[in-house]
């Protein structure tokens, strides 16, 4: 019986040490695992950001370099449709000077990115909403201009000689893409250095100078 006793009470606290030294581990492998994954998760995030404030930037640019022409284009097209003289396509190339209508192609591969990658899930909210916004302002713009591009120049647009009616669907076109344009340059004002003070590049600038 006695044997049996030391038996049970040395087995006991080895039980107990056992137990604690697993838990221990599994607490320890659960904490790397957790601070792995979250250095992952940082790591994505500012990618993330970081091809947000390059495609951001492009678009940005793509925008600005439009807008004065379509402001020009638009007075032009006003005149010409005020003038009393006939709509004839001679007197449209005199009096409009039309290089195209130039419309903005917009990059959207890092938000496609960020999506499959559910990264946006990693930014502060506040900054993937904003962020979100901004592309859902790109998005509608590009369908204005899709759809403009596809009602108004087809094969009958140019089977008359009168070009009124194009000048006049040009000229309603250029009054909303002059409206967004500016809202839409203003949203980049707006997010990119939210998304620059997110990466730490203006605390850098400041470190700098």
Same mark, same amino acid.
């Given at each position: 019986?006695?044997?049996?006793?030391?038996?049970?009470?040395?087995?006991?606290?080895?039980?107990?040490?056992?137990?604690?030294?697993?838990?221990?581990?599994?607490?320890?492998?659960?904490?790397?695992?957790?601070?792995?994954?979250?250095?992952?998760?940082?790591?994505?995030?500012?990618?993330?950001?970081?091809?947000?404030?390059?495609?951001?930037?492009?678009?940005?640019?793509?925008?600005?370099?439009?807008?004065?022409?379509?402001? !020009?284009?638009?007075?032009?097209?006003?005149?010409?449709?005020? *003038?009393? +003289? #006939? $709509?004839?396509?001679? @007197?449209?190339?005199?009096?409009?000077?039309?290089?195209?209508?130039?419309?903005?192609?917009?990059?959207?591969?890092?938000?496609?990115?960020?999506?499959?990658?559910?990264?946006?899930?990693?930014?502060?909210?506040?900054?993937?909403?904003?962020?979100?916004?901004?592309?859902?302002?790109?998005?509608?713009?590009?369908?204005?201009?899709?759809?403009?591009?596809?009602?108004?120049?087809?094969?009958?647009?140019?089977?008359?000689?009168?070009?009124?009616?194009?000048? !006049?669907?040009?000229?309603?076109?250029?009054?909303?893409?002059? *409206?967004? +344009? #500016? $809202?839409?340059?203003? @949203?980049?004002?707006?997010?990119?250095?939210?998304?620059?003070?997110?990466?730490?590049?203006?605390?850098?600038?400041?470190?700098?100078?």
């Amino acid at each position: 019986m006695s044997i049996l006793g030391e038996k049970d009470s040395r087995s006991i606290p080895s039980l107990l040490f056992e137990v604690i030294l697993i838990g221990l581990g599994v607490f320890l492998a659960l904490l790397a695992n957790n601070w792995h994954e979250e250095r992952e998760h940082r790591a994505l995030a500012q990618t993330t950001l970081r091809n947000f404030a390059e495609e951001l930037r492009a678009n940005q640019v793509a925008v600005g370099s439009n807008q004065s022409y379509h402001i !020009t284009l638009f007075s032009e097209l006003q005149q010409f449709l005020l *003038s009393k +003289e #006939p $709509a004839t396509d001679e @007197r449209f190339n005199l009096s409009v000077h039309f290089l195209g209508i130039r419309p903005v192609v917009f990059e959207h591969t890092a938000w496609d990115l960020a999506l499959a990658t559910q990264a946006l899930s990693y930014l502060k909210p506040d900054l993937a909403l904003a962020i979100s916004k901004v592309y859902t302002q790109q998005n509608a713009f590009q369908l204005l201009e899709n759809s403009f591009l596809a009602s108004a120049f087809t094969p009958a647009t140019f089977a008359s000689e009168d070009v009124k009616g194009l000048a !006049t669907a040009m000229r309603v076109y250029l009054a909303d893409v002059n *409206s967004l +344009e #500016p $809202a839409m340059l203003a @949203r980049y004002r707006e997010v990119l250095p939210e998304i620059d003070s997110a990466l730490g590049i203006r605390a850098m600038k400041k470190a700098d100078k």
